[in-house]
């Protein structure tokens, strides 16, 4: 039986050290500031960065994130630290789960050098999105590499002496286990409901729909993921819509909009939507602010009833949630792992 430790990274997109302008200045710069992200020339987007939006949108977003901060911290480092608890706990010693993030703390690069410290060699990476896009999990790809290999720019020779071997969770949008955890959760979160829904609302973080035409797979795994979630709760064409959120700057993103369907759904006879975020594992600003308090507040500015309005929670650290995520992991550690 093998003795060496198996490193598992669950890598999250981020989140600011606290809900004030000076935090979410440097965490903005960063995420920003990625060409994964916006691939505009940075001689075009560097300026317009930090002579425009770094003076005006942290504060902005400082005020976003004090209306969901937590006593323990961001929501989103509170719930992944929840499930590498809980993954731990279902992998055992043989493995150490660690969190890491691409923008902010405790970041990626801090995360691989723990593992490196630990002297463990060989390491799971979970990007914790379902669905693939340039955007996300090649920007965990990204990072992971940077870190492992210790580069730092084309212009210096690497001297790092020491490179773990690194396999990468697939995206898994069509997971059975991913779609099976989202069925069980939803059905969970209906029974404490003193009313049935009338429409459910299955939205997704867009991203401009020129990355699309120029080859992301986004959206066709969003909406195979939307199908299958459907599919598995049994519900009928007109008993759901798909929509993506979060769309920022004058480009075209993927549509239809996730505000202007919420502000669209009560002349549309909708009196008591559900809305639900499969493209997160994970609660954060996006899903408790963008859906829970913005959202709440399009839907009553369309006409509807704001106490009608329910936001489903995201996996978080939902038990069947876990049991599948430490099978994936356990799947892609096969022939590390001494119990496969």
């Known amino acids: ?36 992200v916006i691939d505009y020339s940075p001689f075009v987007w560097q300026p317009i960065l930090r002579g425009i939006i770094l003076n005006t949108r942290p504060r902005r977003s400082a005020r976003l994130y ?12 509170v719930y992944s630290k929840q499930q590498a608890a809980g993954v731990q706990a279902r992998l055992g010693a043989e493995y150490r789960v660690i969190v890491g993030m ?37 920007s965990i790809y990204d990072a992971v590499y940077q870190a492992a290999a210790g580069r730092r720019c084309p212009l210096f020779h690497e001297r790092k002496r020491f490179v773990p071997t690194l396999r990468f ?7 059975p286990g991913y779609v099976a955890a989202m069925r069980d959760h939803l059905k969970e979160r209906l029974s404490q409901l003193a009313h049935t829904p009338d ?13 699309i035409d120029t080859g992301d797979p986004y959206r066709k795994q969003c ?33 239809p909009y996730t505000d202007k369907t919420l502000e669209a ?13 499969p493209g997160f594992v994970t609660d954060c600003l996006e899903t408790l602010d963008e859906l ?48 496969t």
């Not at 759904?265 to 975020?277: E, K, Y």
């Not at 509807?304 to 978080?316: I, K, R, S, W």
């Open 1 to 36: 039986m093998s003795t060496r430790r198996i490193g598992v990274l669950l890598a999250q997109l981020g989140t600011p050290d606290a809900p004030t302008p000076q935090a979410l200045r440097p965490y903005l710069k960063q995420f920003l500031s990625d060409m994964r």
């Open 66 to 77: 004090q209306r969901i901060w937590m006593e323990e911290g961001s929501p989103l480092l």
């Open 102 to 138: 691409r923008y902010g703390n405790p970041s990626i690069g801090d995360a691989m050098a723990q593992l490196e410290s630990d002297g463990i060699d060989r390491i799971v990476v979970v990007p914790m999105y379902p669905q693939f896009s340039c955007t996300t999990t090649a």
């Open 169 to 175: 969770v697939e995206p898994f949008h069509d997971h």
């Open 199 to 211: 429409k459910f609302v299955i939205t997704f973080h867009g991203i401009p729909q020129r990355y």
């Open 223 to 255: 909406e195979h993921s939307a199908y299958l979630l459907a599919q598995a709760m049994g519900w009928r064409e007109d008993d759901w819509l798909m929509c993506f959120q979060s769309r920022f700057g004058p480009e075209k993103w993927l549509e």
């Open 265 to 277: 759904l009560a002349n549309r006879g909708v009196t008591r939507p559900l809305v639900f975020s």
């Open 292 to 339: 829970g308090n913005e959202g709440r507040h399009q839907f009553a500015d369309g006409g509807g009833d704001p106490e009608n309005y329910v936001l489903a929670p995201c996996l978080n650290a939902y038990p069947g949630w876990l049991d599948v995520l430490a099978q994936l992991i356990q799947t892609n550690a096969l022939g590390w792992d001494s119990s």
